[in-house]
């Protein structure tokens, strides 16, 4: 049964549409896995799009979640057209938010090459992996890989209450030491915790592997100070590299460090080291 | 004060007699990469896993008395309105085996805003009325600086406390429970050459001692120097993560939400702890932000810490446990910090960089 009111008020029940691009689908899967409050999700909102969970489809929707990178120009066509139909849009995974994963392709600057080794002569379209904000305007962001079903469900009722949707300010950090674990760095592993987004309820420290950066940056993100606290760590600039670029929400950050690595090994050959 | 002497073996006795409830003390959770142990306030069921003998813990004992979340009430929501039920959340009483003196200490600071002020919180208080605090003297390590916050030794704030004599414990006794759970195991009167040791045990620790911090007018002197240089140089180093707040025993700054679930037919308001470092620590309804910058958010915890609480309570809100300085990834410690301040200069190094 649908709610219709809360707290005596009509509620609407907004028509929304999930998308996906570029994508491993990791983001919608954690919607509908979610048994125990599917129900009460979609008697909130009115799915009218779902390819994952449905064979029904309509072009008649409020708002637009999209997962995925584009990488295509048919894709930036749809992408285009669905920001035309939504009055929301919202941005669902870091592949949607950042590029994710699939923007690591992006590092070896020649998209024909990383095109023939993966597709060898098979006639595949597939250019550098974008995220949604390179070609239309977000309106909302949900982060992470995948995203942390709790959050979306939070969203979500908060989008249908009409009430503000805030995500966390702070680093995973807070969240981490708020679980009492044991700080990666004192067990001689590198994490990006300090300048990444919260929201994941430090969801790898707490499994003691350190944070790869899924959510992208935090509000104050300081990442000048944590590389250079990884490489007094002594952690490789290329392990620091590695980490940085995963899900292309620190992307400046690692080309920089890129270019630096690269002038300092030029000299080191100069110097004749 | 009582003071009684127990047989190091008796000790495991005093355990059982209290292990009746729920035990909290210092058990290793894990080593560094160093090789050091790290050790963690956490429940004991076996005497063996307790260690008396712990450096210091990398947490303080606070979750068990001001957890980082904590739902204050829920609400039902039914179609007219709502209903409201608040819970303290205590389920049980703790006893705590082995606090250094700097934790108690930190505790008789939390009381203080939270228990004696205008507005006391029930859920701290409810917790505070019940546990039983068994103190230990501490083995002082190189980042401890309690003995310059006066906080190496507390006088009060514990049921009982244990100093260490080599074969045996001398025991203070501070309150009536305390005198009753003695009366189960073996104690005798200290005599004349237990006085002697102990005083000897007092100040072989106090020689262990390596880092001050120099407080002499140190209110006055972090209002002089609001304007001081050295706080950019920290400002930009700090990563703003709010670790040093997590792990400190007397930060209690907290933010509260309100959630609805989504089958939209319960709410509950979380209070979750906070940290003035963090960004939006000062942004107010509206959207601005009385410290946008890092630096200025670090020395405003610098002054409530050291300035803003003397002020109102004539003794400073942190103790020296040295935890915050050992959590910081960017190096940050208390007594650098304040050195800084006082002679106006920065530490060496590329500022923002670790350079040191
Ligand atoms: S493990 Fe990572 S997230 Fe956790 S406290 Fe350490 S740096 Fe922060
Ligand atoms: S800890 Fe980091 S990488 Fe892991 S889920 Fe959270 S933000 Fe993503
Ligand atoms: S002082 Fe250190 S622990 Fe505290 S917020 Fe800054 S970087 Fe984090
Ligand atoms: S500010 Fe640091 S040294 Fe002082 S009580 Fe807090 S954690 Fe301990
Ligand atoms: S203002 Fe900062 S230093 Fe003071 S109690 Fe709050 S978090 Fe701790």
Redesign the interface.
């Known amino acids: 049964m649908p ?1 219709e ?4 008020v009509p ?1 609407h029940r907004p028509k929304v549409a999930f998308f996906e691009f570029t994508a491993c689908e990791g983001c919608q899967l954690q919607i509908l896995n979610n048994e125990a ?1 599917l129900l ?2 979609l ?2 909102v009115d799915v009218v799009t779902f390819r994952e969970a449905m064979s029904e489809r309509s072009d008649d929707f409020e708002i637009a979640f999209v997962e995925g990178s584009i990488t295509r120009a048919d894709e930036v066509k749809r992408l285009k057209d669905i920001r035309k139909k939504a009055k929301v849009l919202v941005a669902m995974g870091s592949c949607a938010c950042f590029g994710g994963v699939n923007q690591l392709k992006n590092r070896f600057n020649d998209p024909k090459w990383v095109k023939e080794q993966v597709y060898g002569k098979f006639p595949v379209e597939s250019e550098e992996a974008r995220p949604l904000e390179d070609i239309v305007t977000v309106d909302l962001k949900i982060y992470g890989c995948p995203i942390k079903k709790e959050e979306v ?2 969203i ?3 989008l249908v ?1 009409g ?1 503000s949707v805030n995500h966390p ?3 995973v ?2 969240e981490c ?2 679980n ?1 674990n ?2 990666l ?4 592993e590198p994490c990006l ?3 990444t987004r919260a929201g994941c309820d430090a969801w790898c420290p707490g499994s003691r592997f350190g944070c790869w950066g899924c959510r992208g940056p ?3 993100a ?1 990442v ?3 590389i ?2 990884m ?2 760590h002594n952690f490789s600039a290329d392990t620091i590299i590695d980490r940085l670029e995963c899900f292309g929400g620190f992307k400046a950050f690692a080309e920089e460090l890129k270019k630096k690595t690269a002038k300092s090994k030029t000299k080191k050959k100069r110097a004749g080291k | 004060m009582i003071f009684r002497i127990i047989k190091k073996l008796e000790l495991k006795e005093l355990f059982d007699v209290m292990a009746e409830n729920r035990i909290i003390g210092p058990v290793q959770k894990g080593t560094s990469h160093e090789g050091k142990p790290l050790y963690a306030f956490e429940p004991v069921l076996d005497f063996n896993d307790l260690k008396l003998d712990y450096t210091t813990t990398t947490r303080p004992a606070k979750r068990y008395f001001l957890p980082s979340h904590e739902t204050l009430c829920t609400f039902s929501i039914h179609e007219n309105g709502w209903d409201k039920s608040v819970d303290f959340n205590i389920r049980e009483p703790h006893v705590f085996f082995g606090m250094h003196a700097c934790d108690i200490n930190a505790l008789d600071k939390l009381d203080k805003v939270l228990l004696e002020s205008n507005f006391p919180t029930p859920y701290y208080a409810a917790k505070r009325k019940n546990m039983f605090i068994i103190g230990v003297e501490c083995n002082p390590q190189p980042f401890c600086f309690c003995r310059s916050m006066g906080t190496d030794s507390a006088s009060h704030g514990f049921d009982m406390f244990l100093t260490d004599l080599g074969d045996r414990y001398f025991v203070e006794v501070q309150s009536a429970a305390a005198f009753n759970f003695l009366k189960n195991i073996k104690t005798r009167e200290p005599e004349e050459k237990d006085h002697t040791r102990y005083m000897k045990v007092i100040a072989e620790k106090n020689r262990k001692f390596t880092t001050a911090v120099d407080t002499t007018d140190l209110a006055k002197i972090l209002d002089m120097e609001f304007q001081s240089d050295v706080w950019k140089y920290w400002g930009d180093k700090c990563l703003s993560c709010g670790t040093c707040a997590s792990v400190c025993p007397t930060c209690y700054c907290y933010g509260v939400e309100e959630a609805v679930d989504i089958d939209l037919k319960g709410a509950k308001k979380k209070k979750h702890l906070y940290s003035c470092n963090l960004i939006d620590f000062a942004e107010v309804a509206g959207g601005h932000n009385f410290r946008p910058e890092s630096h200025s958010r670090l020395k405003y915890r610098y002054y409530h810490k050291h300035r803003g609480f003397m002020e109102e309570f004539e003794e400073s809100l942190c103790v020296g446990c040295g935890r915050c300085s050992e959590a910081c990834l960017a190096k940050i410690t208390v007594p650098e910090v304040i050195a800084s301040v006082r002679s106006g200069v920065k530490p060496k190094g590329r500022p923002g960089r670790h350079g040191k």
Not at chain 1, 185 to 188: D, N, S, T
């Open positions: 709610v009111s809360y707290l005596g509620l409050t009460d999700f008697s909130l469900e939070k979500v009722t908060n209450l009430k300010k702070y680093p950090c807070m030491m708020a009492e044991i700080c760095y004192k067990l001689g915790g300090p300048v935090a509000d104050a300081n000048d100070q944590i250079s606290i490489e007094e």
